[in-house]
């Protein structure tokens, strides 16, 4: 709970409707509500027709302000183009201490990369095709996948044109990744805190996600990933040696 002295991150959320499914909309500001407050809360497309229907029954709900772009000529996106502009005249606003970017459309790249230029946070939210560009520009990125999975919903036999089907990870699939973070860090001898192992693989891979693995914490994924030892009393890692 966040105490009066406490600063709470002012956060802008724009959301490319075309390339990010409705079905995260519930599992998304949840998991921004982690990270701060969604002051802002925009949404861009061409809601003229039905393939954004999804999207415009769940505007109220989040309180999701639309911004309407005519698709006036075919192969041209002037919702990305709004969004960009949005962006950068917010973030010269100065009110922001990060942006969340929704989309899975790698276009946003050089847009991250702006905003962190600036000292700004970019957290980047998309489905696993997204190209590593746009999820290596970002300080962290999240799949979409997760959300929605973590939202009791099945991405697997959704309608949504957009959405992608769930591809878990074996936790053992985590155990080099892991390793590597740990050769990253000083031990205490031996052991590693958690909460540093979680730091370093973030810094060195901004779409690192237990939930990645089948693992809502990545403590449970340290456990089911074998090789390592976790002291659940103070939180530390141990390599478990060969």
């Known amino acids: 709970m966040t105490t009066a ?3 709470l991150a002012k956060l802008a959320v724009l959301i490319d409707a075309e390339n990010a499914s409705s079905k995260i909309a519930s599992g998304l500001f949840k998991e921004i509500a982690t990270i701060g407050e969604a002051s802002v ?7 003229s027709g039905t393939r954004l ?4 029954d769940v505007l109220a709900d989040h309180a999701i302000m639309p911004h ?10 002037a919702s990305d183009i709004a969004l960009v502009i949005d962006a950068m005249d917010l973030l010269h606003s100065g009110r922001f201490d990060g942006f ?12 991250a990369a702006r905003i962190r230029e600036q000292g700004v946070a970019v957290y980047g939210f998309g489905e696993q095709k997204t190209p590593q560009s746009f999820r290596h520009a970002c300080k962290r990125f999240i799949y979409t996948e997760n959300l929605t999975i973590a939202d009791g919903e099945n991405a697997e036999v959704t309608t949504d044109p957009v959405a992608a089907p769930v591809v878990k990870l074996s936790p053992k699939k985590a155990v080099p990744i892991i390793t590597a973070a740990l050769n990253q860090l000083d031990d205490l001898d031996g052991w590693y805190p958690l909460g540093a192992v979680g730091k370093q693989l973030l810094a060195e891979m901004p779409d690192f996600d237990p939930r990645s693995y ?10 089911k990933a074998g090789g390592f030892e976790l002291r659940r009393d103070s939180l530390l890692v141990y390599i478990r040696p060969k």
């Open 214 to 223: 089948g693992c809502p914490k990545l403590s449970q994924l340290v456990e």
């Open 41 to 47: 809360r925009r949404i861009y497309g061409d809601f």
């Open 100 to 111: 969340c970017l929704v989309s899975s459309d790698s276009d946003f790249t050089r847009l």
């Open 5 to 7: 002295t406490e600063h």
């Open 53 to 56: 229907k999804g999207w415009s």
């Open 68 to 77: 309407q772009n005519f698709a006036n000529i075919a192969g041209k996106n």
